[in-house]
T-cell receptor, first 112, second 110 residues
Framework: DVKVTQSSRYLVKRTGEKVFLECVQD?????MFWYRQDPGLGLRLIYF???????EKGDIPEGYSVSREKKERFSLILESASTNQTSMYLC???????????FGQGTRLTVV | EDQVTQSPEALRLQEGESSSLNCSYT??????LFWYRQDPGKGPEFLFTLYSAGEEKEKERLKATLTKKESFLHITAPKPEDSATYLCAVGGSNDYKLSFGAGTTVTVRA
């Protein structure tokens, strides 16, 4: 089974802090994604990476950056956390040849 | 821009009461339509992929169908363990990303 693991289930950070969310997948997938999920808005794509060191902006990249130095790991960075970044963050990975994306368990981030 | 709209937002069912969820979409070059199940506090779990109009997929009490403009997820004789949020997503001409709807939260009472 594909396993996508996010480093934390719950995080509480202070406004202005630099926050790192880590995601690791064990299926050698080339494509990885970061989404945020908010009530009534569904999942919105922040960034995605189609290969190591490659990244592209999604629909809501402002205030975020990403890093992919190794194929299995994709990190989401909040440069200076703000309260409007309080959300559920979901990482996913996908084989380009396959149809579906596989998700991690999510990180519930609260910025106070 | 790809768009996905799900209805209703919430659905409360009695155990055994069959119903359907709707997913309307607009996409440039459909690569696939996906259904996911999400339990509270967890990540989405993949259910089905549909590729072309007329296609149907089944899994236990769930059946997904696809037309050129919408997809339905039919829940037959639901049980309380079917309670979850069901998400619909489309993959369009950009093969990398999925566009998601806001989801339908289904509650099945015993």
């Amino acid at each position: 089974d594909v396993k996508v693991t996010q480093s934390s289930r719950y995080l509480v950070k202070r406004t202005g802090e630099k926050v790192f969310l880590e995601c690791v997948q064990d299926m050698d997938h080339e494509n990885m994604f970061w989404y945020r999920q908010d009530p009534g808005l569904g999942l919105r794509l922040i960034y995605f990476s189609y290969d190591v060191k490659m990244k592209e902006k999604g629909d809501i990249p402002e205030g975020y950056s990403v890093s992919r130095e190794k194929k299995e790991r994709f990190s989401l960075i909040l440069e200076s956390a703000s309260t409007n970044q309080t959300s559920m963050y979901l990482c996913a990975s996908k084989d380009p040849a396959g149809p579906e994306a596989f998700f991690g368990q999510g990180t519930r981030l609260t910025v106070v | 821009e790809d768009q996905v709209t799900q209805s209703p937002e919430a659905l409360r069912l009695q155990e055994g009461e069959s119903s359907s969820l709707n997913c309307s979409y607009t996409v440039s070059g459909l690569r696939g339509l996906f259904w996911y199940r999400q339990d509270p506090g967890k990540g989405p779990e993949f259910l089905f992929t549909l590729y072309s109009a007329g296609e149907e997929k089944e899994k236990e009490r769930l059946k997904a169908t696809l037309t050129k403009k919408e997809s339905f997820l039919h829940i037959t004789a639901p049980k309380p363990e079917d309670s979850a949020t069901y998400l619909c997503a489309v993959g369009g001409s950009n093969d990398y990303k999925l566009s998601f709807g806001a989801g339908t939260t289904v509650t099945v009472r015993a």
